[in-house]
Nanobody, 117 residues
Framework: VQLVESGGGLVQPGGSLRLSCAAS????????MRWFRQAPGMERELVAA????????VYAGSVKGRFTIFRDNAKYTVYLQMNTLKPEDTAVYYC???????????WGQGTQVTVSS
């Protein structure tokens, strides 16, 4: 099982980034996919999540209207489009796959996003 994030980097405030998470080794379509982030000295927090079909997206209040989660089941990939980035969005972003019954959960290694001028 692998979740491999990519797309992080340094961006100026107001800029955009798109994170990707490529999955392998499990039945991607059967899992909800989530993006978390963790800033230095802070707990990991849920940023966005979606079920196996469109229309099931949920967002943290701090990113709603700026971030969009979407998935391509044929490519076993989930994305996080981040627009109007702010310095407080700086964190390591982690991809997560979860299935409730039976319970399985997988994590990626994380990708750094830094928003700074």
């Amino acid at each position: 099982v692998q979740l491999v994030e990519s797309g992080g980097g340094l961006v100026q405030p107001g800029g955009s980034l798109r994170l990707s998470c490529a999955a392998s080794g499990f039945t991607f379509n059967s899992y909800a996919m989530r993006w978390f982030r963790q800033a230095p000295g802070m707990e990991r927090e849920l940023v966005a999540a979606m079920g196996d079909v469109p229309g099931t997206e949920v967002y943290a209040g701090s990113v709603k209207g700026r971030f969009t989660i979407f998935r391509d089941n044929a490519k076993y990939t989930v994305y996080l489009q981040m627009n109007t980035l702010k310095p407080e969005d700086t964190a390591v972003y982690y991809c997560n796959a979860i299935r409730r019954t039976p319970f399985y959960e997988f994590w990626g290694q994380g990708t750094q996003v830094t928003v700074s001028s």
